[in-house]
């Protein structure tokens, strides 16, 4: 990495900052990480990869992606909560590329169990399994595990640096630790005296660093509190630096065409019309598509749209019925998984009453609204590439790889990501900037796709089916078995970043499907993966994005023909199961005032879904005006255990169901001969401020572990709508989206 002295260009240089006479505190004395990727010079220490002071203050080498979930700031707060400072004393940088930096949460949320009925050893299981991460370089942000990766190692690291930096006070005072405290930045003398701790650092850095323990939450200053953001100042002003503000000196401009029939061939190309364009310096034969690298992006846009191309066929098939047509021959084949088949399914019970449904989904772009992009400087023998990503580590391998470069002279600079949601977390965009930039030497090359280049070439969320049957009796739910088609996510990326073919029972397809805390005594869920070519990735809540319109559509149908009110029917379903789950659905049920029965012109929908941990009840109210039906009000309650800020949670609870309320509405890819036929917002779109509900939400702490945020809220809003519309209108959706079927106000 670039020489850790050389500090602050323009802003904070990603990736570097000064620790002159200053010392880097973490986790390492604790878990052992992979070697530090802060290099020290003379008179430099950097004993670890996460905290680090110097005479400049307090910086924050964050190893998680800052892309709006408020990541940054609650994990500033953990750190300044052990070590006695401010929120705003911290500067907060993006972690360059390595392995330290992994995410130690990601491998056990891969265990197969339920999650809510997790135990105490599965837990522990789960953790210790997390240095796994380490191996595999996981730097990766995703799965909603930010901050169940760093709530103790993020503390850890800041008590490490404060009982440190009292003992080099201590040794420099002849007292003992134990008599000294800190306060506001500072080690705070018996007689009162204040050292502060950027006179303290260099010292520091020579002391092996104590053991220390945690602090009892009770003295928490910070931590359970709504704390400003971190990065709000910046994007505020426009100062902050996203991948498409990146302008280092001498910078050129690209954009790129590929073959709008995924993953096709391109068989050959005429530039003539583009090279004749001012402005235009070079076309560039990527293989499978083209760029032009030109004097700004506008103009590398419309020069790259003036070639002409010849491009093969699409390896799958061309429209969208016969793309869903395959992925219901899945069902003929034998499940990649049965994760959950409780008492026996086989056999209707005597007396209950059996309800089938079958269910669709379509496929889905992740629609970020900065559109992919990396600038890259190749220079023969190093590279640089500063863009927004998920995954520092695996983009930085594929980065070298494409240049036959060592993985240790190309240096990741992550900047601010406009927009991820899983899409970013994706490798094409570096590959392709890194190919650019190879075609211009000793030039910082931006590439930058245009918004229809960004919406035709995605990693969708999978277009999924679900065959659906069950039986109530009595009132009660006694049977649902279940079966969900679809690609799989997880066997595509595994095949595109090891080279290797995924293969194995696939989690991911099923969740939300086979782990919603119901009780139900005859229970079986399987999975079935489609064969199919059509690139496909993790989009927020990934398959509970599909699992929960399917499980809580159908936990609606059943409810009706047990003749029970559906909020109800999940209470008593939930209550002895998980009783967070009942907890949730008690509280949308107060909040909005729930009764058995709505007025005419209103309609009313429940849904809960278990997904990273949370359970997440939302209670949908829809309005008919004229013909017209407007998204009117929304409830949600959500159980995370520990609230470390409660603005972030709520925020992100409610942009996961605006943005899954916008997917059931709108959302929608297809495809006629082997192309996607949305090219921008106006073939794609949201909800807008006027069609989005005005919403209350409540936060629960009762859950016995930590549960993620940032995904959770999307799941159960799609099938809360389709609910809603359901006690509205008596017609029942089973498919997606809903502007189909009726008429909404969008």
Same mark, same amino acid.
Request: a negative charge; aromatic letters at 8%; proline letters at 6%.
């Given at each position: 990495m670039a020489s850790i002295g050389k500090i602050l260009r323009r802003t904070f240089l990603i990736g570097s900052a000064a620790i002159v006479g200053g010392v880097a505190f973490g986790a390492y004395y604790v878990t052992r990480p992979a070697a530090n990727p802060l290099k020290p010079r003379e008179g430099e220490t950097a004993l670890s990869p996460f905290v680090l002071i110097d005479q400049d203050g307090? =910086?924050?080498?964050?190893?998680?992606? /800052?892309?709006?979930?408020?990541?940054? +700031? =609650?994990?500033? &707060?953990?750190?300044?909560? /052990?070590?006695?400072? /401010?929120?705003?004393?911290?500067?907060?940088?993006?972690?360059?590329?390595?392995?330290? #930096?992994?995410?130690?949460?990601?491998?056990?949320?891969?265990?197969?169990?339920? %999650? #809510?009925?997790?135990?105490?050893?599965?837990?522990?299981?789960?953790?210790? $399994?997390?240095?796994?991460?380490?191996?595999?370089?996981?730097?990766?942000?995703?799965?909603s595990t930010s901050m169940k990766d760093g709530f103790e190692r993020m503390r850890m690291a800041g008590a490490t640096a404060r009982e440190t930096l009292k003992q080099a006070a201590a040794d420099q005072l002849g007292v003992d630790r134990a008599q000294l405290k800190t306060e506001g930045?500072? @080690?705070?003398?018996?007689?009162?005296?204040?050292?502060?701790?950027? /006179?303290l650092a260099e010292a520091a850095g020579q002391i092996d660093p104590p053991e220390v323990e945690l602090r009892d939450p009770a003295q928490w200053r910070l931590l359970g509190q709504s704390l400003p953001r971190v990065d709000i100042p910046g994007k505020s002003t426009g100062t902050a630096e996203f991948g498409i503000d990146v302008r280092p000196e001498g910078l050129k401009f690209a954009s790129v065409r590929m073959n709008p029939k995924l993953g096709g061939a391109m068989n050959g190309f005429d530039a003539s019309a583009a090279e004749g364009m001012p402005g235009v310096e070079k076309i560039v034969d990527l293989g499978t598509g083209v760029a032009v690298i030109a004097s700004n992006t506008w103009l590398a846009i419309q020069a790259v749209e003036a070639i002409?191309?010849?491009?093969?066929? &699409?390896?799958?098939?061309?429209? +969208?019925d016969a793309l869903f047509d395959q992925i219901a021959k899945a069902f003929d084949d034998d499940p990649n998984s049965t994760m959950r088949d409780d008492g026996d399914v086989e056999v209707l019970p005597e007396g209950a009453t059996e309800i089938r449904a079958d269910y669709t989904v379509p496929y889905l772009a992740h629609a970020t609204m900065e559109p992919m992009n990396a600038t890259a400087l190749y220079t023969g023998d190093k590279l640089e590439l500063w863009c927004g990503n998920q995954a520092p580590t695996l983009i930085q391998i594929r980065a070298a790889n494409t240049a036959n470069l060592d993985k240790d002279v190309v240096e990741i600079h992550t900047t601010y990501l406009g927009g991820g949601f899983g899409r970013r977390g994706e490798l094409d965009f570096g590959e392709i900037a890194t190919k650019v930039a190879m075609a211009m030497p000793d030039t910082p090359v931006q590439t930058t796709w245009s918004r229809e280049e960004d919406m035709r070439h995605d990693f969708f969320r999978p277009g999924a089916l679900a065959r659906m049957r069950g039986a109530v009796k009595d009132g009660k739910a006694v049977l649902i078995d279940g079966k969900v088609a679809a690609q799989s996510c997880t066997h595509q990326a595994v095949e595109r970043v090891t080279g290797f073919s995924g293969g194995g029972p696939d989690k991911v397809l099923v969740e939300g499907f086979f782990n919603q805390p119901y009780a139900v005594p005859n229970y079986r869920m399987s999975g079935h993966v489609a064969d199919l070519a059509v690139p496909v990735g993790f989009w927020r809540s990934v398959g509970n994005s599909h699992n929960g319109f399917f499980h809580e559509t159908f936990l609606d149908e059943m409810a009706h023909a047990a003749g029970r009110d559906p909020l109800d029917f999940r209470i008593e379903l939930t209550r002895t199961e998980f009783a967070p789950a009942a907890g949730c659905l008690e509280a949308v049920k107060e909040m909005s005032g729930w009764t058995s029965k709505t007025p005419d012109g209103v309609g009313r929908g429940v849904a809960m879904?278990?997904?990273? %941990? =949370?359970?997440?009840?939302?209670?949908?109210?829809? @309005?008919?005006?004229?013909?017209?039906?407007?998204?009117?009000?929304?409830?949600?309650?959500?159980?995370?255990? $520990? &609230?470390?800020d409660p603005s972030t949670v709520e925020a992100q609870m409610i942009g996961g169901m605006i943005y899954g309320l916008s997917a059931a509405t709108t959302g929608e890819i297809t495809f006629s001969d082997g192309e996607v036929e949305q090219y921008n917002f106006p073939d794609y779109d949201a909800l807008r401020m006027h069609s989005t509900p005005i919403t209350e939400m409540r936060v629960l702490e009762t859950n016995k572990h930590l549960g993620g945020v940032g995904e959770p809220g999307t799941p159960p809003s799609m099938p809360a709508l389709g609910n809603a519309l359901f006690d509205l209108t008596g017609k029942r959706a089973r498919s997606l989206p809903l502007n189909k079927q009726f008429n909404l106000m969008v």
């Open positions: 307090v =910086t924050l080498f964050a190893p998680r992606a /800052e892309m709006g979930q408020g990541v940054m +700031t =609650t994990w500033a &707060a953990l750190i300044a909560e /052990e070590l006695d400072v /401010e929120l705003d004393d911290i500067r907060v940088l993006h972690g360059p590329a390595a392995a330290a #930096y992994y995410n130690s949460a990601m491998i056990g949320e891969g265990l197969p169990n339920k %999650g #809510y009925d997790i135990t105490d050893f599965q837990h522990n299981l789960g953790e210790a $399994l997390g240095v796994l991460g380490k191996t595999l370089s996981l730097q990766v942000t995703g799965g930045g500072a @080690v705070v003398a018996p007689d009162g005296s204040r050292i502060p701790y950027t /006179e002409d191309v010849d491009w093969g066929a &699409a390896p799958y098939p061309p429209e +969208t879904t278990y997904s990273f %941990g =949370t359970p997440v009840a939302q209670v949908i109210e829809v @309005v008919d005006e004229d013909g017209t039906i407007r998204i009117n009000k929304a409830w949600i309650a959500c159980d995370v255990g $520990l &609230a470390l």
